[in-house]
């Protein structure tokens, strides 16, 4: 049984941010026929300051999970909860900051005035919208383009403008969509530092991905949803740990050290031994070289040129 | 101008009328609450039905109890800001197209340009006003749904029915700012293209003399402008007015220059005015002199006006109440728009002969007949002097002041009569009027235009409330469909009606099936078909199609019963009362319509 919309439910642990209680959803046809089943039967809990990644392929139920948290769509069968409140409540949104896969924004509106008419979505008086978005349009790097209209923009810059937005009201929690989805490596990082800054400052961050790197990256916990069904749920180092294997890692060690290493693991009898030097990510080699390029111009460059 | 209806005070009518709306939609939402429990059920089975209903009905009302003005006004905003966006102001040149050309289209020569040109105008104001604000707002919400826009207004605060009406109000707005430019446009247009001057030369007028050669007075013509030329008398010192033609008459007054004698022709006189009547009720006598509900019909036709007959005793009476010294202080002046009926040709120029008197309804005593002809179309003034000559019991004339004798406690009767025989007077009880004075007519004109802003909110209330649940185009749809049945209201009643009591001859030719029969067969909607079983089955059809439209006809609003451009083509100030009617009437739907709308989006899934 459901109660009433803004009654506090789940009060035993005021932890518990978001919970999903056999939560489903199943699309219907005009005729009320079972269609699609997007999401089986889930139960789920989010705890307040953690980063809650929902992993999974395309067509997995994490975009109707978001979607039945914030109350855009209507659960089949369970209930979502959000502070305690049912999620099709709006009262519950004043605490909220939701980020949508595409940044659905309307683009006829500059990035001041689609700040400004979101604060006032919020209520906000006027001297407290224009600072929020002052400090938003700063933090996202956007104060040279305020001005423009957001059709103007490149999928970055609406990607920026649409955290902005779901920041305007200083969000308890905040969903995102597929937050770095069609960012470049650059864009990437920093939404990824924005969401553990929001983890810093305390705030409740939900966000889903197809991107295993972003999840690994950023998330305290995950769920694994695949074909509309919770595969997989925990601390994202507890679901990687390989319990079996032991990794040793050390710097400056010569090569009769190696060795002698290898020796005692065979001794002790260790199977599949690899000592070796360990690569770097792809990201992280392009995000020195952007930082080498911008600290002084032209250098890599010149080095390329020499090996080629 | 006709007025089949009286209007009543705004006072008198307005409690009840609440209550009954209260009742009505009282009655409507415990209907929709038990269908959307019935639909439910059939989903989720009856007690998840009630306890979703339920919530559904807390939740409605937690959300109107907590909507928020500046989340409305950021709404609104938005909604003017897209209009904006879509170049609605391209509209305002199609408006000024349209009034450059209309010069080419519309005859400045016809009998009243006035009314033809108001009419003119504010028809293509209210058309093309209204469908704007309906494009716009049946097409806002479904883009923004499509474009998943609404996902990141729905994920704030924002209740649905902020989105409703701030939709609302931003299409309004939109709407009346195009609205009074191409009011004002339009005032313009008109203002101008009746103004027109007229020339009288010296050589143009005859003294017309007694027999004793003294002059008695003089009489002569205009020069044409546009499209007619006015017959003028004068007196002997020149001053006078000329007759009245298109609805208007002019001052003319001589002038001695070094040259000799000219005239000047004043501006148009009772062209664009807005006249305040004081109406009567109406009774007859007929030929015997005997009381009567209702006067002659001459014929088939629209049984507005009833007609009395020339030469006979026959009568119409108008008893008029609250008429006073104060107000009348010259006499009453009787404003009549007589309709001729003519049995025979007779002199086509000349009027038909008829008279008025004036009664105590106490008394009985009257006034002599003042005598005056009555022209077609036009609007004939009469004005009773104070002092009136009354024929004593013994054959002899007394002078009776009017309302030291006549008028008594406020009240005053006016007796037409008609007095060539075997020709007709046609009145109807809003024909015979004394006149109170004149309103401005800039004022009259605004007034004419808030008829059109209501069927404005309407519209733009209906589009934005089937847009919260249907696609774009179905939306516009829809409200087109609405406006169409409440624009045949009438028709369609008296077609159910006919098609319920089989009574062919209140709408003949049947319903929709047997209409398309007929087009199709060729068969005049005259003839009775012949009855059988098809034909039994194709009535019954109707009937069960003609049903929803009658329910749809008593519910739809009736855009045109908005409109007061009658009375300002008519040159009739626009009664505060009916504006009243219309304005509550109008507050009424709006409220329907947003609370419609606001349910139907809050039950919708957004982002399904």
Known sequence: MHAEPGTSRGAGDQDVIVAARNLSKTYRDFWGRSKKVALKPLDLEIRRGEIFGLLGPNGSGKTTTMKLLL????????????????????????????????????????????????????????????????????????????KRQLKEYSKGMTRRIGIAQALINDPELVLLDEPTSGLDPIGTREMKDLIIDLKKR??????????????????????????????????????????????????????????????????????????????????????????????????????????? | MVLEEEIPKFTAWIGPALVSWLFVAGLVAVFAAALAWLVQSALYGPLAAGDRV??????????????????????????????????????????????????????????????????????????????????????????????????????????????????????????????????AVGWAFVVRSVRHEHELLAADVLEMKAEDGSITGLEGRTNLARGHRHR???????????????????????????????????????????????????????????????????????????????????????????????????????????????????????GIAGSVRVRNPSTGLQSDPIYFTAKEFTIDSLLIPRQLAATTTDGGTRQVDLFGDIVTDGRVEVVLQCLEPAQYYGVAQADFYLRRGSGSFVANYAKSCLGIWFSMLIVTALGVMFSTFLAGPVALLAALSVVLVGQFREFIQRLFESQVTGDSKIVPGGGPIESLYRIVTQTSITLDLDPNPAVTAMKALDTVLLAPMRLGAAIFPSLSALGTSDFLAGGFDIPWDLLGAHAMETLGYLVAFFVVGAVCLKAREVAA
């Open chain 1, 71 to 146: 109350g855009l769509i209507f659960p089949t069968s369970g209930e979502a909860l959000v502070f305690g409140k049912d999620a099709t409540d709006v009262s519950k949104n004043e605490r909220i900051g939701y980020l949508p896969e595409e940044t659905y924004l309307y683009k006829f509106l500059d990035a001041e005035e689609t700040l400004d008419f979101y604060g006032r979505l919020f209520d906000m008086p006027p001297e407290e919208r224009k600072r929020r978005a002052d400090a938003l349009i700063t933090m996202v790097g956007l104060s040279r383009d305020k």
């Open chain 1, 202 to 308: 305390g705030k409740t961050v939900i966000m889903s991905s197809h991107l295993l790197a972003d999840v690994e990256d950023v998330c305290d916990r995950i769920a694994v949803l695949h074909q509309g069904e919770l595969k997989e749920l925990g601390r994202v180092e507890d679901l990687l740990r390989v319990t079996d294997v032991t990794q040793i890692r050390a710097r400056g060690l010569p090569a009769a050290a190696v060795d002698e290493l290898r020796a005692v693991l065979q001794r002790h009898g260790a199977a599949d031994i690899e000592i070796g030097n360990p690569t770097t990510t792809l990201e992280e080699l392009f995000l020195e070289v952007v930082r080498d390029t911008e600290a002084r111009p032209g250098r890599r460059a010149r080095q390329a040129d020499r090996n080629g």
């Open chain 2, 232 to 350: 003028v008398e004068l007196g002997p010192d020149g001053t006078g007015r000329t007759d009245t033609v298109q609805g208007h008459r002019h001052a003319v007054r001589a002038v001695e220059t070094v040259a000799g004698r000219a005239y000047e022709v004043g501006p148009p006189e009772g062209l664009l005015e807005a006249r305040k009547p004081l109406r009567g009720t109406l009774r007859f006598l007929d030929r015997q002199g005997k009381p009567s509900t209702k006067g002659i019909s001459v014929g088939a036709e629209w049984s507005y006006r009833q007609y009395i007959e020339g030469g006979s005793l026959a009568a119409a009476i108008w008893t008029f109440d609250g008429v006073t010294e104060r107000e009348f202080p010259d006499g009453l002046p009787l404003e009549m728009i007589v309709r001729v009926f003519r049995t025979y040709k007779g002199e086509i120029e000349k």
């Open chain 2, 54 to 183: 339920y919530r559904g009905i807390l939740g409605t009302l937690a959300d109107l109890a907590g909507m928020s003005p500046r989340r409305i006004w950021a709404l609104a905003r938005l909604a003017v800001q897209e209009s904006l966006r879509r170049n609605v102001l391209v509209v305002l040149g199609l408006f000024a197209v349209i009034v450059l050309f209309a010069g080419w289209f519309l005859d400045p020569a016809s009998v009243n340009p006035g009314k033809l040109y108001l009419g003119f105008i504010l028809s293509a104001t209210n058309l093309l006003v209204c469908l704007v604000v309906l494009v716009l707002s049946v097409f806002s919400l479904p883009a923004d749904i499509k474009a998943k826009a609404i996902q990141t207004v729905t994920t704030k605060p924002v209740r649905t029915g902020e989105i409703v009406l701030g939709r609302m109000l931003g299409f309004a707005l939109v709407g009346t700012v195009l609205l009074a430019l191409m009011g």
